[in-house]
């Protein structure tokens, strides 16, 4: 008979530790792998996180500036404009500006007007000649509550235009948006009415036309630090302006101003029930428009330079 072969006892030891090295690469492998996917997971669901959330004070870091240079920004603007806006020559160079404020109110006035139900039947943003720096038509409507929405619809989209300054990033969109609405405004709600306004209605028009495409090429076109910075300066003059006015509207109730005699949205107010007297209406908006903007700087701009106190006061 054959004798059977005899098992080869050291190579038998030697496969048996090779299948123990390549089980444990398999697992050693495996484990990397399942590493992998948790970092990947959990670096998908911090970018789709951040992804989500609206931006930051701080994202005009990537456009080259800070959310301390958008504040520094803010408020040298603001000091400027307080200096220079009283200059003679340079108070010329605001005009387009004073146009913008203008269409705010006046648009203001009307949108309120639609909103309670009534229609536009003329738009201008140009002085009439007897202290009105523009006129709006509305019939029907509750009148008092479009009556009031100039000088606080002003305030209010002042308040909005300082908010959204913080976010740098947001800027060049803010912009294309004010200029394609104020197109769109000047399309129906003045250009449709040229007719029964004249040549108010016509420099009007002209006027929207050329701040609309303006916004907008700047939307487009500039960078967005310089974008920030249009937009902080069209904030501060909008919210400056409802100041302004409300106070030359305290002056005509008080008659300390020229035209006296001019009627104005706070002597409509007191034509109305329950008859409170022109200067009150006026007192009651300047109030309102110092309580929201400061409430808004404050909010924004303001708590920045008492925490920067703050810290060099303990250090």
């Not at 990397?32 to 990947?40: C, D, E, H, M, R």
């Not at 029930?273 to 428009?289: D, E, K, N, R």
């Not at 409430?295 to 701009?301: D, G, L, P, Q, R």
């Amino acid at each position: 008979m054959p004798l059977k072969p005899q098992p080869d006892k050291k190579a038998d030891g030697l496969l048996d530790k090779e299948k123990i090295k390549i089980k444990e690469a398999k697992k050693s492998l495996f484990g990397n792998i399942v590493k992998a996917g948790a970092n990947t997971n959990n670096s998908l669901a911090v970018s789709g996180t951040s992804a989500l959330s609206l931006p930051s004070k701080d994202d005009g870091k990537t456009a080259g500036f800070s959310s301390s240079f958008n504040a520094i920004s803010f408020w040298i603007l603001t000091v400027l404009s307080l200096f220079l806006a009283q200059t003679p020559i340079i108070s010329l160079l605001f005009a387009p500006v004073t146009q913008f404020t203008t269409m705010v109110h006046e648009l203001s006035h009307a949108l309120v007007c639609i909103a309670t139900g009534g229609y536009i039947t003329g738009l201008t943003i140009v002085s009439d000649g007897a202290g009105h720096g523009g006129l709006t038509n509305c019939i029907g409507g509750m009148p008092f509550f479009y009556t009031q929405a100039g000088y606080l619809g002003t305030a209010i989209f002042g308040s909005l235009l300082i908010f959204v300054g913080q976010y740098p990033r947001l800027s060049k969109f803010i912009l294309i948006f004010l200029g394609t609405a104020m197109a769109a405004a000047s399309l129906f709600l003045i250009g449709g009415n040229v007719l029964s306004t004249g040549l108010a209605g016509v420099g009007s028009f002209l006027w929207g036309i050329v701040m609309s495409a303006f916004l907008i090429f700047a939307g487009i076109k500039l960078k967005p630090h310089t974008a920030n910075l249009l937009l902080l300066f069209l904030a501060i003059q909008t919210a400056l302006n409802s100041f302004t006015g409300i106070l030359y509207l305290v002056q005509l109730g008080l008659g300390l101003s020229p035209s006296g005699g001019a009627w104005s949205d706070a002597s409509n107010m007191a034509s109305m029930p329950p008859y409170i007297p022109a200067v009150v209406w006026s007192l009651f908006w300047f109030l309102s428009s110092v309580a929201l903007l400061t409430f808004t700087i404050w909010h924004t701009y303001g708590k920045r330079i008492f925490k920067v106190s703050n810290k060099k006061t303990i250090a």
